[in-house]
Each structure stands twice: as structure tokens, then as C-alpha cells.
């Protein structure tokens, strides 16, 4: 499954993923934003693995904001603009 959110910097967020058994599975997220340090990506897309495919906005965006490290810089997307993108790919 595939979605996209450009947020209003006009930054892009994509999403792909599988679900299996009503759970995000192997999603990978990328895009032309930029973030510090680069290695955070992976602790995001390890915060989406397993969530329930039925997840608000809201819990998804919660649930990045949790995993993600003190000092973590999300530069022209946010917790919100993924979240945006995983429920679009998942309807």
C-alpha cells in the first residue's frame, strides 16, 4: 500500500506498507524532507510496525512522537504530516 501527504511547506511524505492481520507491517517512510539525526527514520517506521491498521490520525502521530529521541529535528514534515500519509494509504 502506498500513500502521500505534501504538507503546507510543500514538503513530501510517502508511505508504503502491508498489512497483515489487521497490522501496519514493513512500513517505510520517505520523501523530500529532511531530518536529524537521519538515523531517527528507522525508530519512526519501527513506531508504525504492528500498530493497528483501524489507528486515528491522532494515535499514529502520538505514537512517532513517543519513539522518537530528545533533540530529534523533523524538518518540513511532522509527526502529524506521516500520519496524514499512513491513513491515506491505508484507505
Not at 492481520?21 to 538515523?39: A, R
Not at 502529524?80 to 491505508?90: G, K
Amino acid at each position: 500500500m502506498h500513500g502521500e501527504y505534501k504538507t503546507p511547506g510543500g514538503k513530501l511524505v510517502v508511505v508504503d506498507l502491508e498489512v497483515v492481520d489487521g497490522k501496519i507491517s514493513h512500513p517505510s517512510i520517505s520523501g523530500d524532507f529532511f531530518l536529524e539525526p537521519p538515523e531517527a527514520l528507522a525508530e519512526i517506521d519501527r513506531a508504525l510496525d504492528q500498530l493497528p491498521a483501524g489507528a486515528s490520525e491522532d494515535a499514529i502521530a502520538e505514537q512517532i512522537r513517543e519513539a522518537l529521541e530528545p533533540g530529534v529535528e523533523m524538518i518540513g514534515f511532522s509527526p502529524e504530516a506521516i500520519a496524514r500519509a499512513v491513513r491515506r494509504a491505508l484507505s
